[in-house]
């Protein structure tokens, strides 16, 4: 048995079993009659996975991993791996859940916690060189994937279609001149290409698994196809005045390339609410961290103090990405279950408060 399953896991690391996977999964009590498989896509009541014997399967969600879940407030996303296998009837179940290594998080418009993705080497950032460049928005990313512990790559697209790339790239480095733990690399593509498989081939190696992050419309898709060499997502025309998206792909779906990388595509999120708090936040922004102790005011806020060594060293645009995150945090400190709790909390308090009042004066 114990053979049977080390052969299974050493065919799993082209599905991106990586060594500290593997032991997660070792150490998993494997229920009588199932496999180690991938999450490759989420749908409403079912997930479809990827096994050892590289056909895609349907499955459920057995009912006691269902509760289990939910009592954590959390559900399988795209590249978890379980533990899964059919009934007597032939219907696939997923039994189990290896512990993750990562993931990357936001909070939902309901202010909840939801996964993205799970099990991630390196996220690319896309972000397309036309009307779609947004150095804060590309901050923000870069919060979600440094909190994540997920190493990040900046991929402009559509470089076919701009004039000025190298400036651009300049404007990005420039950006992050002073980040310590900053993207790996900030390189410009054209997606359409098999040439984008070559310059991202640092991280395309077998068994690596990418995640393409970005807006509706910045080419994750096309880069998706190019990097698999196939037509597996469909892509969509961008707004001519905005280069906006019409978010064409509506699913997270993790497929595998011929150079035996993973990559998952994503839909655009329409606005990236973070899920971080802020120690967190200070040190995906470490160039700032790092400079402000050179500051004169030890409690220096960036903003108009004399002396203050962040303001001198980084973009103005850098600082302002950070104000404006902080701010955010600060105010989303609280989930709407929190801040509905709270205000019942003050109701009940002041309809106390009235009644002893009424009682004191014999009302
Ligand atoms: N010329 C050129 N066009 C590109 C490039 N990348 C994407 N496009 C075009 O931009 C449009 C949007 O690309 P998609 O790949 O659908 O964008 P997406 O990020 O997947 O968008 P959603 O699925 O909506 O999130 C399509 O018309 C693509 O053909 C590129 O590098 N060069
Ligand atoms: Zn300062």
């Known amino acids: 048995m114990l053979e049977a399953t080390q052969q299974h896991l050493t065919l799993l690391q082209t599905l991106g079993l990586n060594h500290s996977l593997r032991s997660h999964l070792a150490g998993l009590d494997w229920p009588a009659n199932t496999d180690a498989m991938r999450v490759v896509e989420v749908q409403r009541d079912r997930v479809q996975l ?23 407030g959390q559900s399988l996303a795209v590249g978890d791996w379980v533990l899964a296998g059919p009934d007597a009837f032939g219907e696939h179940w997923v039994r189990a859940q290896a512990p993750r290594l990562n993931a990357l998080t936001r909070r939902n418009p309901e202010g909840l916690r939801q996964t993205l993705v799970a099990n991630v080497d390196t996220a690319l950032l896309v972000m397309g060189l036309d009307h779609d460049f947004n150095l804060a928005r590309l901050d923000r990313y870069l919060v979600l994937t440094h909190a994540a512990g997920i190493a990040s790559v900046v991929v402009l697209s559509k470089a076919d279609r701009c004039a000025q790339v190298q400036a651009r790239l300049a404007e990005v480095q420039a950006h992050l001149r002073a980040c310590r733990e900053g993207p790996q690399a900030v390189l410009a593509v054209n997606g359409t290409q098999a040439s984008a498989r070559e310059s991202l081939w640092p991280w395309l190696g077998a068994g690596q698994t990418l995640v393409l992050l970005g807006s509706s419309g910045a080419g994750k898709s096309t880069l998706t196809n190019s990097l698999c060499d196939a037509h597996l997502q469909g892509t969509g025309s961008v707004r001519e005045d905005d280069s906006r998206g019409r978010h064409t792909t509506s699913v997270r779906s993790l497929h595998r390339a011929p150079c035996g990388a993973c990559i998952i595509d994503t839909p655009g999120l329409r606005g990236l609410q973070l899920d971080v708090n802020q120690q967190e936040l200070a040190e995906a922004f470490d160039d700032i961290s790092g400079l402000a102790p050179q500051c004169r005011f030890r409690n220096c806020s960036h903003q108009d ?29 609280r989930t709407p279950l929190q801040r509905q709790a709270q205000l019942s909390e003050w109701k009940s308090r002041s309809r106390e408060a009235r009644i002893r009042i009424r009682a004191k004066s014999g009302g």
């Open 50 to 72: 990827l096994g050892a014997h590289q056909r895609a399967c349907s499955a459920r969600i057995a009912a006691e991993l269902q509760q289990a879940l939910r009592d954590e």
């Open 305 to 333: 103090e004399p002396g203050c060594a962040v303001r001198d060293a980084l973009s103005a645009a850098r600082l302002k990405s950070y104000h404006k995150l902080q701010r955010e945090l600060g105010r989303e400190q």
